[in-house]
């Protein structure tokens, strides 16, 4: 048997008189570094419902779920845990100044359900009051009047949206369109075609 060497004698007399190279987890709480990428996190005030991070989402880790019905309208965005890979491509890539999303420092995540493996974000949704097809989410349309300004009031449905923010009353009912529509139609919350409609019916009339 060789003798070993002086330097590896060395270092083990110095492992026995000196602490662990590895951290004491989970027996003390570990701290990430500042840069780590843990678990992402909606932010309920942050966040607009555009659906961009779940566009950019190469595991297909956020769900987006539009209902429609009588009784309202909402978009639900899912985040999975146990399918995000944690790239933060969603933080990256989140339009409401990366703060929408966020990831956070949480690694240490374990859960005995899936339906404990997800959170959620929920958006009231704007549909056509004509033909009852999607708009979009409210809160992504206020944050569009904020980013264009003045040119908002240039458009029907975010010309809505500003009387709703100057609370401004407006004496055309906006809940229901009877066919066939009119030029006062294009001032409720009405989608692309139906306010194309509307121009061309009125215009037909006065020629």
């Not at 083990?12 to 843990?38: D, N, Q």
Request: with cysteine; aromatic share 6%.
């Amino acid at each position: 048997m060789r003798k070993p060497k002086i330097r590896e004698l060395k270092e083990a007399i110095i492992s026995l008189v000196s602490r662990p190279y590895t951290a004491k987890f989970p027996a003390e709480a570990h701290v990430p570094f500042e840069r780590f990428r843990g678990k992402p996190q909606f932010n309920p005030e942050k966040c607009v419902g555009c659906g961009a991070c779940a566009i950019v989402c190469p595991a297909e880790a956020i769900k987006v779920e539009d209902i429609i019905n009588k009784e309202g309208s909402k978009r639900i965005l899912t985040h999975y845990s146990g399918i995000c890979i944690f790239c933060g491509q969603c933080e990256a890539n989140c339009i409401a100044d990366k703060s929408g999303i966020k990831l956070t420092k949480e690694f240490d995540i374990a859960y005995f359900k899936q339906e404990e493996d997800c959170h959620c974000v929920e958006h009231e949704l704007l549909v056509c009051s004509g033909c009852g097809k999607l708009i979009g989410a409210k809160k992504h349309l206020i944050w569009t009047i904020k980013k264009i300004g003045h040119l908002s009031f240039a458009q029907g449905t975010l010309l809505n949206i500003n009387q709703e923010i100057l609370e401004v009353k407006s004496e055309i009912d906006r809940k229901e369109v009877k066919k066939p529509l009119n030029r006062t139609d294009f001032f409720k919350i009405v989608c692309p075609q139906c306010r194309r409609e509307s121009l061309l019916i009125d215009e037909s009339i006065k020629s």
